[in-house]
């Protein structure tokens, strides 16, 4: 079964740093890896999906890496703002299983 | 196109009752998921369906839960009878596509779910 593993669970910045936030699966076999975002008793919404044969997305101030190999991907949001302020999922589709498997979220708080 | 419509929004009932989700998905999508939210557990896959078709129900946790989708706006998600051990968010999504998961999930807001 594949497992998704967020590092770290929870990250405090100041507003306009350059922060990364990291996401590992055990199994490199994958459809594609996609990071949401979910805000305080909100539904998620999806900020990047990249395909198993991509090596990045970008997507205005954020951009996400995929390694398969290493079973990581990274999300790096640059100049960051209070409004970035959200706990940020990823989530990995296998190739085995055909469906989504969730990491347990990295909670970011922006401090203005 | 409004997104994906969850209702109720909030649910409160005591243990032993039955109690129901709906879920309206995006015009157009092919695949629907239900998901549970949980701090304990974090986001877990309950059941997915395609083409109106349950593909991978492996998440149920027990048989007091069933799903059904009678047509491609409309699906279901009835817990009965309830337990308190149920309480969660549920959310309900959508996505194009032929399987599960290869394409972008669009979630409702959610049922947040007590069960006294």
């Known amino acids: 079964k594949q497992e998704v593993t967020q590092i770290p669970a929870a990250l405090s910045v100041p507003e306009g740093e350059n922060l990364v936030l990291n996401c590992s699966f055990t199994?490199?076999?994958?459809?594609?890896l996609q990071w949401f975002r979910q805000d305080p008793g909100k539904g998620l919404t999806s900020l990047l999906l990249i395909q198993s044969s991509q090596r990045e997305q970008t997507s205005g101030r954020l951009n996400a890496s995929l390694d398969k190999s290493s079973g990581r991907s990274t999300l790096y949001i640059a100049a960051s703002q209070p409004g970035d302020s959200a706990t940020y999922l990823c989530?990995?589709?296998?190739?085995?299983?055909?469906?989504?498997?969730f990491g347990s979220g990295t909670k970011l708080n922006v401090k203005p | 196109d409004a997104g994906v419509i969850q209702s109720p929004r909030h649910e409160v009932t005591e243990m032993g009752q039955e109690v129901t989700l709906r879920c309206k998905p995006i015009?157009?999508?092919?695949?629907l998921f239900w998901y549970r939210q949980t701090m304990m557990r974090g986001l877990e896959l309950l059941i997915y369906?395609?083409?109106?078709?349950?593909?991978?129900d492996s998440g149920m946790p027990e048989d007091r839960f069933s799903a059904k989708m009678p047509n491609a706006s409309f699906s279901t998600l009835k817990i009965q009878p309830s337990e308190p051990r149920d309480s969660a968010v549920y959310f309900c999504a959508s996505s194009y596509g032929a399987s599960g998961g290869t394409d972008t999930q669009y979630f409702g807001p959610g049922t947040r779910l007590t069960v006294l």
């Open positions: 015009s157009g999508h092919n695949s």
């Open positions: 199994d490199s076999a994958i459809y594609n």
């Open positions: 989530a990995v589709v296998s190739y085995n299983f055909n469906k989504f498997y």
């Open positions: 369906f395609n083409n109106n078709v349950p593909i991978d």
